[in-house]
């Protein structure tokens, strides 16, 4: 009898290690539904980023970020990233994204030319078309760590949507000590790559 009692528990045990392994804590924040690929391309400003980002790149202390994404296809964009660190000249990188499943258009791919592999790109939440572009966006990965809070104007950003994403990351979790938000700079000294065109 001790032995079923061992065995079942062992299985119970395998089961629910198996539900951890293939299951991403992401996955309980869930993805948006829909991107509008032509509202996502273009400019971002990195205004928030958190530990995991940082310790992810292996930047500390970078100021002045952006992202610049041009869309390919309906699935595939380029992307560059610059950031400056003190008065230093920007720093770049560049690679690709991909959509792998096209009904998931908010989980994405990227992979930079710095990078050994693919990293995991999850839109969480998108803010509202203005100009015909999205104002802003909340991004982490697959494991709900690193967070990048991107907008299309630091200044708009801080006026209209600072207290809703605020509000939206203590809401979601990102408030322990390593996915707590860290705020980007971004003042009138920054210098910004031209953007492309």
Request: charged content about 20%; proline content about 4%.
């Amino acid at each position: 009898m001790a032995n079923k009692n061992t065995q079942s528990w062992f299985a119970l045990v395998a089961v629910f290690g198996a539900i951890l392994c293939f299951s991403s804590p992401a996955e309980g924040l869930g993805t948006v539904y829909d991107v509008d690929a032509n509202k996502y391309v273009g400019r971002w400003y990195n205004m928030y980023t958190n530990f995991w980002t940082d310790s992810f790149t292996g930047i500390d202390g970078a100021e002045c970020t952006t992202a610049e994404y041009g869309k390919v296809s309906e699935t595939n964009f380029t992307v560059t990233n610059a950031y400056s660190v003190g008065e230093g000249e920007p720093v770049t990188s560049s690679g690709y994204a991909w959509v792998p499943i096209q009904s998931e258009p908010g989980k994405v791919l990227i992979e930079l030319d710095n990078d050994a592999a693919a990293s995991t790109y999850w839109i969480l939440k998108l803010g509202p078309i203005v100009d015909d572009q999205y104002e802003y966006s909340v991004v982490t990965d697959s494991q709900a760590r690193s967070l990048s809070v991107l907008a299309r104007d630091p200044e708009t950003f801080d006026i209209n949507y600072d207290a809703e994403v605020t509000e939206y990351l203590l809401i979601t979790g990102f408030t322990s000590p390593t996915t707590q938000r860290v705020r980007v700079y971004h003042g009138d000294d920054c210098t910004y790559l031209s953007p492309e065109a």
